[in-house]
């Protein structure tokens, strides 16, 4: 097993057209972004010790785990309870990462969802056009940060220039994204050949970033879910977790 995430449910400080959490059925998307212990918390991490999970990351379903109001208190637990030796990860979309930065801080490392440096293509992408302000969070993060970015018909002709300005900005690691069920292929770095594949995806050396093109469908992660409302769910494609198919009758 290889990822135990936490999943956090509630108002979101974007509104992304392709937020796949919405896909989800709505019992699981409660609100939890005050409530401390989680539900299901001892659960979680008796799994993730009975299952020697070594990364666990806090993310969300519909909205930001950076909203999250005990983030600390959590991490604190966690890290007494679970005796894997795992590090502890953010996903976030950076929105408040910059207000925030003591909290970023205390995770081991973090990724980020970021598709763009420009106000109207992050608008059509995420819901506003506020881009936050990546040079800042770099400068105060003390963590390693990773950029995940979605490719969709809205940034792919910006993906160049996008791949250029995060390695000038000392990004080390960044994933480009297909969007869940995309059909389409895009063409990328189509002038370099993969270094290596990482669970069959190509990954590629950018003047000292390493750029993996993630393929969601076919990589063959796993993980355990422990979402919003206490559900403990086993499997990577959230949407294919098996109770919400049971729920939905498939
Ligand atoms: S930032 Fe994430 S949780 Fe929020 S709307 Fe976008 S995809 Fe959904």
Known sequence: MDFANILFGGPCNRFCPFCIGK??????QVNNLDLYPLRNQERFADEVNRLGIRQVVFTGTVTDPSLYRHQ?????????????GASYSLHSNGVVAEQRMHEFNLYDKACL????????TYQRMMGSP??????????G?????????????DNYPEIDDFLKRCQQ????????????????HWEILPQRTPVSHYRGNPVYDYDGMEVTYWNFDTSQSTSINLFPNGTLGGSYLLTETAQFQEMAGR
Do not use: M, Y
């Open 113 to 120: 969802s970021f598709p763009s440096f420009n106000s109207q």
């Open 169 to 184: 900005l000392g990004i080390r690691r960044l994933v480009l994204r297909r969007l869940f069920g995309e059909e389409r």
């Open 72 to 84: 600390a208190r959590l991490l604190d637990w966690l890290r007494s309870n679970i005796h894997t």
């Open 130 to 139: 506020k881009v936050p302000d990546l040079e800042a969070i770099l400068r």
């Open 141 to 153: 993060a003390t963590i390693p940060v990773k950029i995940s970015c979605l490719i969709t018909p």
């Open 23 to 28: 896909q989800l059925p709505g019992s699981v």
